[in-house]
């Protein structure tokens, strides 16, 4: 009944700006995947291993709020949790806020960037629905939040 | 009363294709783009004339639902709807899909790619919000979508 | 002996912007993959089905030089020009310009954004290089400038 | 006559990947961008800083040679140089590689992934060219490779 958020430092970069001064809107979802990639990793299957394994997990759906503004090279904190979406989906959540606002804070989230999440299926290279294969449903088991009677 | 979609065609780049074969899922957020600014330059005002106006269109929020892959070089077809979404708020829907697919079925739907709706606030060039200029008032009464009663 | 040079007009994405309100320096290899895909295309046999006969054409040199700005929704207009580059590889070459000094100097270049050039071997789908299929060397006789004693 | 290069190291990620199943070739010129804030950082004075001092370095160069693939999650490494380019541009140079041929040879260079090198004037918002501002000719003075006689 793990339910651990995993937590990434990163910087805005100059690529991921756009002329109004702060980071281009679709950068977002790659940050998001930068979040789940390093959660993963955490997990001990990095994702490319899982792809190796036979294992893919295609986007399905995604939803992101912006909450505030980020200019090149500032450092932000992103927090990422998995949680089981159904029997062949899963679901991370993001949130993206300053590293100085949150400092700042002694630890309560402040300086908002982004939130979100992301609705990933189970499929094989061919974007086909597979089971949930048992090494992953058993590391879910242990690291997803389990959120009993939603979703 | 007016209640018109705006359709753009447009081929998936290499640069937009990932490891999968199919597009990296943040390029939907770039072709939305594409869609409503194809969409006010069809309104006379086209965004960057907004901009120069001095109203901008940050998003505030964004959902993306995944319907299928497409691959480099497919053509594809998007299909834009614009409505008010409170006063100083706009919401544009957006759909995908494949232009052989939509041609096979004599103007049926089908072949799906991507559909989804964003929500962007009205503010000058710093970000902060504004009420809707006069001139962007009857271009979106004239244009967009009157749903009543909803959002 | 033909020389074609292919031309592609195109506008400048919100997404391909930064911070200093031009297009950011990475997306003029994008641009340039779309000249030669619109070239390939003009030959008859698009890139994608030059993939799926087995002969890729992975970069192995670019080259680019940034000759002016340009902003988001800018009509640019690209020429491409393609030239054999010994046994195994391909070169192609392109200039970049705003549509409307190219419109005004009737004909005669101005308003240039990027010119550059990139240089392709020919290889299967695993990166190994191959012999040039005759089918390509076919096109390239036809399609591709001839300059003698270079390269 | 301090000759330092700057080593960073960072992932491939999912979103830099095309349908080869290799990093796509513009983001290379993103990582160089990676390279140089590094390294600006390093000297004291990151970019950002620069910019809010008045001084821009728009790339007015850029030159790709690509030598190997690198796949999705691959630990990279790459070297950063500078060196002054004339009165009014600055030039880096850069070699990525892969980390773990690197450590496998124990500091010899191997599994090549790109090198080049990018030119930029130093130019005020507008990009208008400037003399090098005395703080920054110090740092160059200081930290960049003075190759006499060369470029």
Redesign the interface.
Known sequence: MACQACRLTF?V???E??????F???????WF??GR?EMMRDWGV???EMEHRGA?L?????????RG?A???DLLVMSTLAERAGKASLRFSYEIVHAEAEAAKGGQKGGGVATGW?VHAITD?G?RPIRCPTWLGEILDQHATQTEGTQ
Chains 1, 2, 3, 4 share one sequence.
């Open positions: 910087r970069r100059y690529s700006t756009d002329q109004l001064g702060t281009y809107n679709s950068r977002v979802l790659e995947e930068l990639s990095p994702y490319a893919f295609p986007l399905i759906e995604a939803h992101v709020v912006y503004r200019s090149y090279d992301t290279g974007g």
